[in-house]
């Protein structure tokens, strides 16, 4: 559905699989897998490296 | 969803209406959503906010690029589509818009229950959504305005008897009483809307003089007096109407009355009596669903007739509507992307 | 429990008021009870029905072999006191009853609303419970008769404007509109008050008709309109009324009304308007409880008042009502056993 | 419904599971339900029983008159269908049962988990409903034995790692602590399941010794000690279970393995940590639909493994498991008929 | 209360547990409370934000400007107590803490589950508060450390069998599957506790790594594995712990152990099998009360020991054990304050 | 609170201790433990003997 958005694609860092992310996202920004639902920071753009983003337990937790 | 499918966005994609458009949407055979806003989550898939929407393959985009689409479908608070309008007739050929900014006919009804109106001039073009109301008016129309949750169930309660002349701008006193399940608040709730104080309430939260008098007065012709209450349910919204008509009805002047107006309408059913557990409308025989429960009573005694009347807030009071309405105005089949009947049994949904 | 504790038996012991009142009881210093009755649990312990009593050390016996005790407070259906009433006199200087067998001052409106009275000639020996009405008849009363508790939550919250003289015999319609939680059908519930069909419910169950208009009437001297849904709490009866005054009443008129009937009263509070979650009568602020709370608004543009009334169907609307009147009757402090305040926060009690 | 649809009739069509496999029938392409059976609501509307239904134009029938049809679902209480598997045949060419009567594959296990079994002679043509573990048996088979929903949640979450290695026979302990919905205990409740008493609780219901047990042990080869409680939701059965592998296992290892098990699975996601609020699996977000969700975490500390699964105990637990059987065993599309993707926000459904 | 009463001041008195402590403290015999500190609601009412205690003649004041008083309670979150506890005993001789910023006993272990410690002179003087672990260390203490809700359910469930010497250091796993209510959260929630979001769940929360894991091992001497659930209720903690002792143990092994444990205990009970609705422990039973309960089950096929342990945890697991400990600490009744027995029936709580 | 009522002693087949329980119990007659809330059965009543009752797991379960 979203095949006329500009995607990139990038390696999952968990599970090694191709995913495609916004064209637009910036060094730094954080997204989530499509594969994992991880959330992912945006390391470098040109390759594109996404890494695991440390979790925030307080936004959630109890 | 077919080949000539026409292309549709949802401005507010993280909210809950506009979660409830995009699990319609996603599920309609001639649409195709090609954008989904949001800035707070802007990049993030839309089955992070909503989990029964993991499948879809779509991530918010930011409400300031907007895609051209057929259908742009605006499901943010009050205020931004009227300040927004002319970008969304920019991005879209229809706007479905699901905030009350263009519910009401007239600029002065703003000035009183709102605060006022910027875009006033958008007001006459504006179709109410509810077909079971205004449906000879949608085909063709290019800006729909949904109702309010609770408007829409006392509407469909009461529009009967105002047809059958039982109701009237001139016939006594019409107490609606709603209850309301805690997602009509949205997304974004405040303390009052925490588990622990929002649970197992009966509370008061619009004691008198709720905004969707004004729709209903609009729209009815009948000044109600109107209270809502929320209660423990997450979707649903139930109104009870005590009306005392002028000149006595019988039970089958409202069998005839309620028939006449539903009979063929896809989405009405009148629930009124009989036996098992579910003998008048309940927003559990509804929930997710575009249905509408009603049903009514008569008090002898004093010449009341008590109407009930159900809907899914989320669907039949907004989302659901709204693809209706837009179903119409685009000469669909107006259950398209409807057709989900529900759960038995189902708990608080 | 003092040393000179009046003896007391339930009858129907394993039922929901019932078990209400051995907990009230138990931690009651003025009363020692001595029997608990129950036909199906005969010898089993009172902590197995009720697992908050499971400290006390009473088992159940057969209704059958009355103790001889001061007061006995039977918490049976409809229809067991009226042909047990000699029996139980037999057996208690002091008789209270939870049901409707003695709640209406006439035969004739046993006749009318339920199946006829098999003992006409207690009737006029019996005093309502209910102190903030009829706080003056009960000094020395041997037979009282505890109020319904939907009728209870709408005497507390209309007596004030009745009073006042806002209302009256001829003063146009008052619609009453009731939420209530699950216990109050009792211990012994069907089909529709298993946990999957009675979750999440807004469910008319008594869309007109419903007996407690003729303890409201008689008590109040006004024909209400009444209804009566389900909704998901299994403690709490919430009475939303909506009146329409002849004459215009200020708020200042409101808060005279209720002050007046209320500033002294020990169990009643009047919550209305405010800041923070709690700005009206709720249910779950008054669980557990025998406190009542009310509270109004004023709609401004049709002159109606609109008044909450929150009370717990167990305690205010029915054992710790009973345990107030017979407060009332033996001269004990008024709040003896019931100084219970609630809980914050609590879900759905 | 296509023009040469299996005809399909459902044996205990009153019931929660029978109730949901109409729900799913009605509106499944390639099924006409022609039958549905009930001793109790004879000759009443479907409807009557499941507000959602009220649309199908269907009335009970005795479960003794079977109509000739291509497929009878049995969704009656232990013990019904291994009395009565010959009429079955009789009636039908495909018999889809829900209960545990033709589960396990041994005579023997009946014996020691159940009352032993009356027609054993049939136990070894049956095959596991649940695809995700047999699907290759499916195709073709006449005699369906619908998987329990407790023991389908655990296997559907614990079978990855014992098809990856990390977990067998001979591999310490395996705790499955389970929490379920209402609904599991069928229509018929009793006092445990009122709603007064079953609302809000953490109920120990099976300590131990719960028959789906079996289940487990004979299709995962793995022996895990069980426990079940009751929560309060209607649908919904949560399986989370702590597992101690031999071999360290990394996360990684652990995608790995639910990546290799259910990426081309149709019903299956795996919700593994991650942003919002639905971080890992829960009955919410697979309410009324076919889906499992399953996610993972490990325990660095003690080398545990946790593992998370959920499913709708009425859908993939029962009805929605047995006509995914039934679409593999005909050749039907797996998801035909079970395409409906769940709500958000959805409260306790 | 008394004329000689302790005088009492409250820190965070707008939370849940100030909440809870200020119910406890204001029916309390020996206590007087004096001051309840916010910074959000200074100078408003305590009955607005606390309903049940409308009642109360107290206003929120600056915790800055702290009174001098016998005993200082505060609920504060994490990390305010070890900043201002030099503050704290200035202005009172004894403080009761109930956060974990005193509850282990080595800096260490802040450094590893928490972000270190600023005050760690005061560990040694610590003493935990629960009475049934740690009573001979509370008289004369004058820094009492509230319990974990979560820790004390499970501490409560497996001391019996650590001081049997059926469980220890190297015996095995044992797992802790806990289920907690939506209080636990506090009063200020997030977007995952909102009544939408939050009702009905079964929700993994912390599938491992739970700081209260700490607290368990430094008191019971035992390393366990440890999850915690959210489910719908708002009061109350569960724990269901899955022991496999080395030596077989019997039925009557457990009843010696538990009845040798807690037989004495003025607030424990001891629920396992029976008969009626309420067979093993349940917070619904204890809601509002001090009361534990813990109950056993025992599988024979895998020698599994089954603990079940339900407590309140905004009292047994948190207030209610703070001020026991203070009752204990300063000599008075044990149960002075905490008689209450709770409720039946009643929904969530 | 019962002192007044007839009541009999005997022995918790559980615990061991010493139990009262109602004087009008019969033979075969259910009674809970006031200890352990177990259901037992009035197995004879001069001596009396208690015994644990057969659990009824279908009156409850789900
Ligand atoms: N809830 C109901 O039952 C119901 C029923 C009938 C009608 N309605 C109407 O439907 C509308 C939405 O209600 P809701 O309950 O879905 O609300 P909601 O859950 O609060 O969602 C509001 C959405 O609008 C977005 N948004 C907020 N401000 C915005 C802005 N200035 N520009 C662009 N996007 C903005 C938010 O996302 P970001 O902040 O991420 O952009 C969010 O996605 C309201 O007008 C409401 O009155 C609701
Ligand atoms: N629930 C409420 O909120 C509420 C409020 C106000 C007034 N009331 C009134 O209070 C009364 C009790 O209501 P409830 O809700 O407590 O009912 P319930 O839970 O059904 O309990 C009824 C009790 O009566 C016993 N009983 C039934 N028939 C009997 C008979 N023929 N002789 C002796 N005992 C008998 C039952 O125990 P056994 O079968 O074991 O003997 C049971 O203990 C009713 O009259 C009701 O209208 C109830
Ligand atoms: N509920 C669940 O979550 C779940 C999950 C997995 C499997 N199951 C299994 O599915 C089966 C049905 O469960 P349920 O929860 O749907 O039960 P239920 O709600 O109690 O329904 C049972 C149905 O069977 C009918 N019935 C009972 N006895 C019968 C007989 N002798 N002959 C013919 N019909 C009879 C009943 O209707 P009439 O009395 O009107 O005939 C009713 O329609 C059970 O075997 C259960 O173990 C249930
Ligand atoms: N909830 C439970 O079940 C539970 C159980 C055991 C232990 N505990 C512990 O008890 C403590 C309180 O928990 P809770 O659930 O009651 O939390 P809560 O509802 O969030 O209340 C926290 C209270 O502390 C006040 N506060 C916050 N920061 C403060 C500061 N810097 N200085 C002074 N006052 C401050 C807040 O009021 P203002 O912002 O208005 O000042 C509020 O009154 C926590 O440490 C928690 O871990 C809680
Ligand atoms: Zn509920
Ligand atoms: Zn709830």
């Not at chain 1, 979203?2 to 954080?30: F, K, R």
């Not at chain 2, 588990?195 to 939260?205: A, T």
């Not at chain 2, 685009?330 to 189902?346: I, N, Q, R, S, Y």
Request: charged share 25%; hydrophobic share 35%.
């Amino acid at each position: 559905m979203t095949s006329d958005t500009d995607t990139l694609t990038a390696e999952d860092p968990i599970t090694g699989e191709e995913i495609e992310i916004p064209a637009d996202v910036e060094v730094g920004e954080i997204i989530d897998s499509p594969v994992t639902g991880t959330e992912l920071e945006v390391i470098s753009l040109d390759p594109v490296v996404l890494e695991e983003a440390p979790e925030l337990e307080e936004d959630w937790g109890e | 969803m077919t080949d000539d499918a026409y292309t549709a966005s949802v401005v507010g994609g993280t909210g809950f209406t506009g979660g409830e458009l995009l699990r319609i949407l996603a599920g309609h055979p001639d649409f195709e959503v090609v954008q989904a806003t949001s800035r707070s989550a802007d990049n993030m898939t839309v089955g992070r906010s909503h989990p029964n929407l993991r499948g879809l393959d779509l991530r918010f985009s930011d409400p300031d690029d907007l895609e051209s689409v057929d259908v742009l479908f605006a499901a943010t608070p009050h205020g931004v589509s009227m300040e927004r309008i002319d970008e969304f007739f920019e991005a879209a050929d229809t706007v479905v818009d699901l905030s009350a900014d263009f519910r009401l006919p007239e600029a002065d009804a703003y000035d009183e229950w709102y605060d006022g109106h910027e875009s006033p001039e958008y007001l006459e073009r504006a179709e109410y959504a509810l077909p079971e109301l205004n449906r000879e008016n949608l085909p063709g129309a290019d800006l729909i305005a949904g109702g309010g949750c609770n408007a829409t169930a006392t509407i469909l309660g009461l529009k009967p008897l105002v047809d059958a002349g039982a109701l009237g701008p001139d016939v006594g006193e019409v107490v609606v009483d709603v209850k309301v399940g805690s997602s009509e608040g949205g997304a974004g709730g405040g303390a009052a809307s925490s588990h622990p104080e929002r649970s197992g309430v009966v509370r008061p939260y619009a004691p008198t003089g709720h905004r969707h008098e004004a729709e209903i007065e609009a729209y009815l012709g009948l000044s109600v007096s109107f209270t809502v209450h929320a209660v423990d349910m997450v979707r649903g919204a139930s109104a009870t109407c005590h009306a005392f008509p002028d000149e006595p009805v019988s039970k089958g002047d409202l069998w005839g009355a309620y028939r006449d107006a539903y009979a063929d309408e896809p989405f009405m059913r009148i629930v009124s009596g009989g036996g098992g557990v579910y003998r008048y409308p309940e927003p559990k025989s509804v929930a997710g669903t575009n249905h509408g429960e009603v049903g009514f009573e008569l008090d002898p005694g004093n010449r009341r007739v008590v109407v009930f009347s159900a809907i899914d807030n989320m669907t039949k009071g907004s989302a659901g509507q709204a693809v209706h309405a837009a179903n119409v105005a685009l000469g669909l089949p107006e259950t398209a992307g409807l057709e989900f009947d529900g759960l038995h049994p189902v708990g608080s949904p």
